[in-house]
């Protein structure tokens, strides 16, 4: 067998068929099968594993989401889109294409706003736009909350102007910027004290390309993580389809 899987579910296939057609060694087919990612494997009468072509389709689908949202994800999703409706399932795949999307908007972002950082420091007499943001409407633009946005000012990446008594915070665009460039490189795993090296750095050549740098590493690695979930396309549509076919008699 090489290509797409199709043809009748009937078709019975051994563990090393299904291990052959979806990549996977005969020990990752077993533990994926008890982890709930494919369904349970029908049994012959002397008691050996008889799979059909929903699970190679099952396998490459979790291959995909697994490089599209990481394998725990992918586990807990498969196991739902085999239980739930095919309107939850369409909701849950659009729900990552979407997430995909922002993280993508969100770093090039960061990366507009390295650029603002770098024509400021480059351009004699640059006048400063009056352009501020309250911290709800910044926790809003970055897909954050409030309470990050403290916990980032109580550790120095990101200083908000203070103008009331009452400690009300505004963020003028320096501060918007960096919090833009923060919230990507969080995404990105990076650990506080990197981001703050980074964000100290900012002022510095060196520090901006380590910066972009790192932008465009995660640009790339959301655009294989999105292509990743466009191949599973077909296999996730059986999946899902197959879960609403009423069993065989």
């Known amino acids: ?63 995909g989401l697994a490089g599209a949202v990481g394998p725990v994800a992918a586990r807990r999703m498969l196991a739902e ?11 849950s ?3 990552v294409h979407v997430r995909l999307a922002r993280e993508r908007d969100e770093s090039l972002r960061a990366l507009q706003a390295l650029e603002a950082i770098e024509a400021e420091a480059h351009t004699a007499g640059f006048e400063q736009e009056r352009d501020a943001m309250t911290i709800t409407e910044l926790a809003g633009a970055l897909g954050v909350r409030t309470s990050t946005l ?27 910027r960096a919090a833009r460039i923060v919230t990507a490189l969080r995404s990105s ?17 060196d520090g901006r390309e380590d910066a972009r740098r790192v932008l465009r590493r995660r640009l790339d690695l959301i655009a294989a993580r999105t292509v990743a979930l466009l191949r599973a396309g077909a296999d996730l549509a059986a999946v899902v389809t197959f879960a609403q076919e009423p069993p065989a008699p």
């Open 81 to 91: 889109l085999r239980t739930g409706t095919i309107a939850e399932a369409a909701s």
């Open 1 to 63: 067998m090489s290509g797409p899987v199709n043809g009748s579910q009937r078709v019975r296939l051994r563990t090393i068929d299904v291990a052959r057609e979806s990549g996977y060694s005969l020990q990752q087919v077993r533990d994926l099968e008890r982890l709930g990612v494919i369904p349970p494997a029908a049994r012959s009468d002397s008691g050996y594993r008889a799979y059909a072509p929903i699970h190679v389709q099952a396998l490459r689908a979790y291959r």
């Open 93 to 95: 795949i659009n729900g």
């Open 189 to 205: 795993g990076y650990g506080i004290a990197a981001v703050r090296e980074v964000v100290d750095s900012l002022h510095r050549l």
């Open 150 to 176: 403290r916990f980032w000012e109580q550790e120095g990446l990101v200083s908000p102007e203070r103008v009331t008594s009452l400690r009300a915070r505004r963020y003028g665009l320096p501060a918007i």
